[in-house]
């Protein structure tokens, strides 16, 4: 269930992230592979690489989070703003990922936020980010812009199969660059789409809204106005709450994983019914060569726990399992081009979306 204004996690492997296996690491391959791969805790490095440091998730997720603060401080409802939510593209043969989503009488912002640092520069369809005068590396990036409309399109096509018809032009594409390192040429900065740092407090003070606003959308019809009615606004509210954002992985060293929980072969899970799986290994003595010398295989304990349903004292479970200690759970790591293996002593829970 998606949980409006969620941080974003400051582990890294958001994007980027890891591996869990007790054999040796071995020198990875430059040619793409399409078989699964066992997830190294140890590749999960706390420091961003050169290359992907015009927007390492640390750098992002800090923004991101002081962001989101600026954003409760001018009035936003929480459940009007909804973070990394995942729309299935014009196909469906896939999602793409919209930073953030504000629902407001003007309409429905679309943003993608980026913490590129550097001078950025466009050719072609191709965005160009230059790191620094030292390194003199440049990254291409696909037109952000050109990407977020695209998104913009898919959510509004999302909201109508749930039922909830909007006006294109209800639907605001914006990209938001955190950073007040990112240089922009004169060509990027006549960009409507384009919010800068510097223009950032400005773009956030617009969404805030004075009485005389407030009083004609609660009594003007919305086809006078131009504003989105209150009806419109809670029928988007209801289907973006149902919309799915990340699955995490929460292993026992406090790590945390981004991705798709793809299964177990030794569990069944109704994603629809399950919010949260937690994992109990057998301890250290179920654990010794002994008991496997007698044939006794260690088990661990999978507490499923219903989804939308809490209490101060006691969660409602939807189901129960014990699975071997040697089972591996397949999760496909976001940015990741192939389903990895996590062992299911190293993990303590995973949390999955809707």
């Known amino acids: 269930m998606h949980q409006p204004l969620a941080k974003?996690?400051?582990?890294?492997?958001?994007?980027p992230l890891t591996k869990p296996?007790?054999?040796?690491?071995?020198?990875?391959?430059?040619e793409p592979s399409t078989q699964m791969s066992t997830l190294v805790p140890t590749h999960l490095s706390t420091e961003p690489s050169v290359q992907s440091s015009t927007q390492s998730p640390a750098h992002l997720a800090n923004g991101f989070n002081d962001l989101l603060g600026k954003i409760r401080n001018i009035g936003l409802k929480s459940e009007d703003v909804f973070c990394n939510l995942r729309i299935p593209n014009q196909f469906q043969s896939g999602k793409d990922e919209i930073s953030l989503v504000i629902l407001t009488g003007r309409?429905?912002?679309c943003i993608d936020v980026k913490d590129w640092r550097g001078e950025v520069t466009q050719q072609k369809e191709k965005w160009h980010v230059k790191l620094g005068e030292e390194d003199a590396s440049v990254r291409q990036f696909a037109d952000p812009v050109q990407a977020i409309k695209a998104k913009a399109t898919n959510l509004r096509s999302h909201l109508q199969r749930g039922a909830v018809s909007l006006d294109p032009a209800h639907f605001i594409p914006r990209v938001l660059l955190l950073s007040p390192d990112c240089l922009l040429s004169s060509q990027l900065q006549t960009r409507k789409e384009v919010v800068t740092h510097a223009h950032l407090n400005a773009f956030l003070r617009s969404f805030s809204e004075d009485f005389?606003?407030?009083?004609?959308?609660?009594?003007?019809?919305?086809?006078m106005s131009g504003h989105l009615s209150y009806r419109q606004l809670w029928d988007a509210r209801e289907v973006l709450s149902r919309t799915g954002t990340w699955d995490q992985v929460r292993l026992l060293d406090g790590r945390q994983l981004q991705g798709d929980y793809r299964?177990?072969?030794?569990?069944?899970?109704?994603?629809?019914?399950?919010?949260?799986?937690?994992?109990?290994?057998p301890g250290i003595l179920a654990s010794l060569p002994l008991w496997e010398t007698l044939g006794y295989t260690p088990l661990v304990a999978v507490t499923m726990y219903r989804r939308g349903v809490r209490s101060l004292f006691f969660r409602p479970t939807s189901g129960t399992a014990s699975i071997p200690q040697c089972s591996h759970v397949?999760?496909?790591?976001?940015?990741e081009e192939a389903d990895g293996r996590i062992p299911v002593d190293h993990i303590h829970s995973i949390s999955l979306s809707v």
């Open 263 to 281: 299964g177990c072969q030794h569990l069944a899970v109704l994603r629809q019914e399950t919010e949260e799986l937690e994992f109990t290994g």
């Open 8 to 15: 974003l996690s400051t582990e890294p492997s958001t994007q």
């Open 107 to 109: 309409g429905v912002f």
């Open 212 to 223: 005389m606003t407030w009083a004609m959308d609660a009594f003007l019809p919305c086809w």
């Open 330 to 335: 397949v999760f496909r790591i976001e940015g």
């Open 21 to 30: 296996s007790t054999e040796p690491v071995t020198q990875p391959s430059t």
